[in-house]
């Protein structure tokens, strides 16, 4: 199932979850015990908003993320001074750190293919000591299922106990506490403490280099992803019309195409090009890295890099996270226009941005 036909099941019992229930309160209350500074909170997956008062009443400012329309309604009635997103966490940018990120029963909603990926943005999101305490299941492996238990059609799937652990460790965070506390239920709770040491960054780490003939083939593969093109609007290029458009990119003098490293790692491409007499920036990052603010780290690193002015660029409006790269980077909208299908991009609505 997709997050949003997880979102369109919660819409359906959302009633449900309007309770006083303290489930999990206790778990969450020995995470917040590792929190050095009580600022910010995120409560992923918030649901009705049943942990934000929790959360508020240990003195966090708590901001809510939740997928369902009706879910999030519900937390916004209970929590109207909250900060309160409406997007699912596979897609969403993390405005800011935060000391506490609590996301009870709702990761294991994520898609498998998205769920290495979302935990590792959430830990990167955590501020130096901040803590993360989540739910998964509790196999040795990879797992997802479907059932219909509470009515409607549900999905859960976890990485497994040792996957999830190796991803908290190489994103900096050492495990607190690791409990199977409905045993003998598969229900794992954990919480992670980000290092409170000097830790580079993802800015500090984000660099870019020109793109070299060597990389075409990882380009290549990078611009078939599905979800990728299904969130840029684009369609994209095979084997012959890949190979001949870079063969003319990189002989031209008028187009920079750097490659964007975080560390060695190759994530994706930024570049600036001339088109309709005008010149246009545009990035592709790999799926994996979304959301942990690189696209807008190397667009600044391009526009450090080049001085011509006005840039333009364009992005699908169902492209919420890119536009608000643009935004970020000082970009203004000039235009949304409706364009036809090409052999590039189907009919699609787009807005056009420009930095002068
Ligand atoms: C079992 S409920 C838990 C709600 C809340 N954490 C609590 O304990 O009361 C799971 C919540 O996760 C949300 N959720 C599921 N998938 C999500 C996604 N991809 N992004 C954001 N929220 C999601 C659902 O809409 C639902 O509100």
């Known amino acids: 199932m997709t997050p949003e036909q997880v979102a369109a099941s919660y819409d359906q019992i959302a009633d449900q979850w309007v309770d006083v229930s303290t489930y999990g309160f206790a778990q969450i209350e020995r995470a917040v015990a590792f929190v050095k500074h009580r600022g910010a909170a995120l409560d992923v997956g918030c649901g009705t908003g049943r942990l934000?008062?929790?959360?508020?009443?240990?003195?966090?400012?708590?901001?809510?993320?939740?997928?369902?329309?009706?879910?999030?309604?519900?937390?916004?009635?209970?929590?109207?001074?909250?900060?309160?997103?409406?997007?699912?966490?596979?897609?969403?940018?993390?405005?800011?750190?935060?000391d506490l990120i609590v996301a009870w029963d709702s990761m294991w909603h994520v898609p498998l293919a998205h769920q290495e990926a979302a935990l590792k943005k959430l830990c990167q999101g955590l501020s130096a000591g901040g803590?993360?305490?989540?739910?998964?299941?509790?196999?040795?492996?990879?797992?997802?299922?479907?059932?219909s238990y509470m009515g409607p059609p549900m999905y859960?799937?976890?990485?497994?106990?040792?996957?999830?652990?190796?991803i908290l460790a190489e994103a900096g965070c050492v495990c607190r506490h690791l409990e199977y506390d409905q045993h003998p239920e598969l229900h794992v709770y954990l919480i992670a403490q980000k290092s409170a040491g000097d830790v580079p960054t993802t800015d500090d780490l984000v660099r870019l280099r020109p793109v070299e003939r060597?990389?075409?083939?990882?380009?290549?593969?990078?611009?078939?992803?599905?979800?990728?093109?299904?969130?840029?609007?684009?369609?994209?290029?095979?084997?012959?019309?890949?190979?001949?458009?870079?063969?003319?990119?990189?002989?031209?003098?008028?187009?920079?195409?750097?490659v964007?490293?975080?560390?060695?790692?190759?994530?994706?491409?930024?570049?600036?090009?001339?088109?309709?007499?005008?010149?246009?920036?545009?990035?592709?990052?790999?799926?994996?890295?979304?959301?942990?603010?690189?696209?807008?780290?190397?667009?600044?690193?391009?526009?450090?890099?080049?001085?011509?002015?006005?840039?333009?660029?364009?992005?699908?409006?169902?492209?919420?996270?890119?536009?608000?790269?643009?935004q970020k980077c000082g970009f203004v909208v000039t235009q949304v226009r409706h364009d036809p299908a090409t052999d590039r991009y189907p009919e699609c609505e787009v807005a056009v941005y420009v930095l002068r």
Request: hydrophobic share 40%; with cysteine; proline share 6%.
């Open 52 to 98: 934000m008062g929790l959360l508020s009443g240990h003195g966090f400012r708590t901001d809510g993320l939740d997928v369902s329309p009706a879910m999030i309604a519900r937390a916004w009635e209970r929590h109207p001074e909250a900060e309160l997103f409406h997007a699912d966490v596979c897609w969403w940018e993390l405005p800011r750190s935060y």
């Open 131 to 147: 803590v993360l305490v989540f739910t998964t299941g509790g196999t040795d492996g990879p797992d997802e299922k479907q059932n």
């Open 156 to 166: 859960h799937a976890t990485l497994g106990v040792p996957h999830t652990l190796r």
């Open 214 to 258: 060597g990389d075409l083939p990882r380009m290549y593969d990078l611009q078939l992803d599905p979800d990728s093109n299904r969130m840029a609007a684009t369609i994209p290029r095979d084997r012959e019309a890949f190979d001949s458009h870079w063969a003319k990119v990189l002989g031209d003098p008028s187009v920079a195409s750097r």
């Open 260 to 326: 964007i490293l975080v560390g060695e790692e190759f994530v994706g491409i930024v570049s600036c090009f001339p088109r309709d007499g005008a010149d246009h920036v545009g990035y592709w990052i790999d799926r994996a890295y979304w959301g942990r603010g690189i696209a807008s780290r190397a667009l600044r690193l391009l526009l450090q890099e080049i001085p011509k002015r006005p840039l333009t660029a364009t992005a699908a409006t169902s492209n919420a996270a890119s536009l608000r790269i643009l």
